[in-house]
């Protein structure tokens, strides 16, 4: 059983997509179990990416934290772990250039 922690802000924008993705994950791959916790905006700003990256597998971000965490080496590009036919379907999925705004330095 692969058992991943995750770490969002505490509000339903934040958490109740991550929580029922989660869900609808573990149904369809029953040897993986992502747990999520929520933390209010103020404490993620108290406490470093690093520091949470050392505790959590998967980080909802803002993206202004995105440099930091990219320069440390406490996120790594999406690319490493999904296919790209699946990246691409985002892309042309998204409204707009919506996607890019998720990126850093093209990944």
Do not use: K, N
């Not at 997509?17 to 700003?45: M, P």
């Amino acid at each position: 059983m692969i058992h991943l922690r995750g770490i969002s802000w505490d509000h339903v924008r934040g958490l109740g997509g991550v929580r029922a993705t989660a869900d609808a994950f573990a149904a369809s791959h029953a040897g993986v179990r992502i747990e999520w916790a929520a933390r209010s905006l103020q404490a993620f700003a108290d406490e470093s990416v690093d520091r949470l990256a050392e505790r959590f597998d998967l980080i909802v971000l803002d993206h202004p934290a995105i440099g930091y965490a990219v320069a440390r080496g406490c996120v790594v590009p999406l690319e490493e772990h999904l296919d790209r036919a699946f990246l691409d379907e985002q892309r042309s999925s998204s409204v707009g250039r919506s996607l890019e705004s998720y990126e850093w330095e093209g990944q």
